[in-house]
């Protein structure tokens, strides 16, 4: 069983210019991620969803609070979770198969299950035949592939997208998306997922956790009643999803009004 | 290459068109001993490589050079990566480097010759001392310029300092490190030939005091016209390596 993820009271202030502690961009969140859940975080820009991200994951500490995963507490990256970088974050001077197995490298697996791995990973992502392209040689649709699949080739057991689809067109956006939950069907992991997007947010979780800003915090958890893994056409027309689109709205648009 | 030189075609024949006025002007209204024509370089091109001379002090500048040079290259990128990652390190000696490099080194030579003497290795040091400051700096503001995103994804694969160091900072740094190695190239080679007329006579320095001494101006024109190709040759081999390291770069940058 993969491992889940328990977050216990973070609250997180950045220093502002003085060098004191600034107001704070997140005021005491505690929820816990069951293993093999996928949980949606969406919420209004700046409300601290990528400071809490990153701090799930280590990159950053939190001035108070704590989280844990299968009961130890996560104060630095490590290889059992991965994270997926908004603006996909890949390094220029390796090549796409190189950037997915830079992980591998870090964690000093051999050459030979080094390259398996990345093969596994290249047709997964439906990148084949792109192995020996540089970063600026493909579209953002395919930058972003490859960091999911950087991400995904250490089997992670917590998976971290920061707005993986941010930054790409609808259709690029959309074809991920059913690959992602394809992948995500046949190798289940924790997912922690921040969006902007509320049929994004529907489509993959089975709750979502609703940001509201200044301080950020949680002001609702929004259970999604469908069954995983979902058929994207067959749940946009739905009953439930027409509800839960319209409450996440009401919710998040009282946040924007603030 | 037919076409390539179809290409170059106009320019080749500006350049013979200046060599030309060169050598009429050279016969008609310069006096020979302001300015030798064209002619009489080849001329003197063939003499000193016919006795063997150009050669024997060809061989020997380009072996202080690469001594000094690649020595100052060697230990300039290591000391600049050092500086670059390390607070600590770039503070001590940032005004060391910065003073070294901005202080002209031929203020050096003395210093040099009381410690080193006149010989080989005073000539390597000297060629190491002019260029390994600028090499120095450039790499350490290379790694100092990367950019926060590509540490912050290295440290998201959890890798180690030395993995950072490996895989993230020297291949980012790369485009600057060569740069720097291109400016500290040019310096060494002004190293070299001081070296060589101010501490015993060698080389293409030897050369151009010799000839300069007894006023042989079309002889004084073969280490000139050496050192003008050997700077432009090293260079574009520097520019080959640069883009042979950097694949990636292409496109982006240039
Ligand atoms: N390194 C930092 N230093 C100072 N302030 C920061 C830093 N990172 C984020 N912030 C601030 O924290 C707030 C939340 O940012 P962020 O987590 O990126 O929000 P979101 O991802 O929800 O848009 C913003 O107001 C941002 O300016
Ligand atoms: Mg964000």
Request: charged share 20%; proline share 5%; net charge positive.
């Amino acid at each position: 069983m993969v491992a889940g993820l328990s977050v216990k009271r973070i609250c997180k202030a950045f220093p502002d210019a003085t060098g004191a502690m600034g107001f704070p961009v997140l005021k005491d969140i505690s929820f816990d991620a069951k293993p093999g859940e996928f949980i949606s975080l969406i919420g209004p820009s700046g409300c601290g969803k990528t400071t809490l991200l990153r701090i799930m994951h280590g990159l950053d500490t939190p001035t108070s609070g704590t989280i844990f995963s299968r009961d130890k507490k996560i104060n630095a990256p490590a290889h059992d979770r991965a994270f997926v970088f908004q603006h996909f974050n890949l390094f220029p001077w390796r090549t796409v198969a190189d950037n997915i197995g830079y992980g591998l490298e870090v964690r000093g697996d051999d050459r030979s299950a080094r390259q398996d791995v990345v093969r596994k990973m290249v047709s997964l992502v439906g990148l084949n035949g792109f192995e020996k392209h540089y970063p600026h040689e493909i579209s953002g649709g395919m930058q972003q592939r490859v960091g999911i699949a950087r991400a995904l080739s250490l089997n992670p057991d917590i998976l971290l997208m920061d707005e993986p689809f941010g930054a790409l067109d609808a259709i690029t956006r959309e074809r991920l998306q059913r690959d992602i939950a394809d992948i995500l069907a046949r190798t289940p992991k924790t997912t922690l997922f921040v969006t902007h997007n509320m049929d994004e947010a529907i489509y993959f979780s089975d709750r979502i956790l609703v940001f509201g800003t200044k301080p950020g915090r949680i002001v609702e958890e929004v259970i999604v009643p469908l069954q995983r893994p979902r058929q994207a056409d067959v749940i946009r027309g739905s009953r439930e999803f027409a509800d839960l689109r319209e409450h996440l709205w009401s919710l998040l648009s009282r946040e924007m009004d603030l | 290459m037919l076409t390539y030189w179809r290409k170059r075609l106009p320019d080749v024949t500006l350049h013979l068109g200046v060599l030309l006025l060169w050598e009429i002007a050279c016969r008609t209204v310069i006096p020979p001993m302001f300015l030798p024509p064209p002619s009489a370089i080849v001329a003197a091109f063939a003499e000193t490589s016919r006795t063997g001379e150009l050669w024997t002090q060809l061989r020997q500048t380009l072996s202080v050079l690469s001594v000094g040079f690649g020595l100052a290259a060697v230990t300039g990128v290591i000391v600049g990566v050092a500086m670059g990652t390390s607070k600590t390190l770039s503070r001590f000696l940032d005004p060391y480097v910065n003073a070294m490099n901005a202080m002209p080194t031929v203020a050096l030579v003395p210093v040099v010759i009381i410690w080193l003497g006149l010989g080989y290795e005073a000539k390597v040091f000297l060629t190491w001392l002019v260029s390994f400051f600028s090499m120095v700096i450039s790499a350490q503001t290379g790694v100092q310029n990367i950019p926060f995103s590509y540490l912050d994804t290295a440290r998201a694969f959890a890798s180690n300092r030395w993995a950072i160091i490996r895989m993230v900072v020297l291949p980012a740094a790369i485009p600057f490190i060569v740069s720097g190695i291109r400016i500290g190239l040019g310096r060494a080679l002004v190293g070299v030939v001081v070296a060589e007329m101010f501490t015993a006579l060698s080389g293409l320095g030897y050369m151009l005091t010799n000839y300069g001494n007894t006023f042989k101006i079309n002889f004084v024109f073969v280490p000139i016209v050496t050192l003008a190709i050997l700077s432009i040759v090293l260079n574009s081999c520097l520019q080959w390596a640069e883009k042979k390291l950097t694949p990636w770069n292409r496109g982006r940058n240039h």
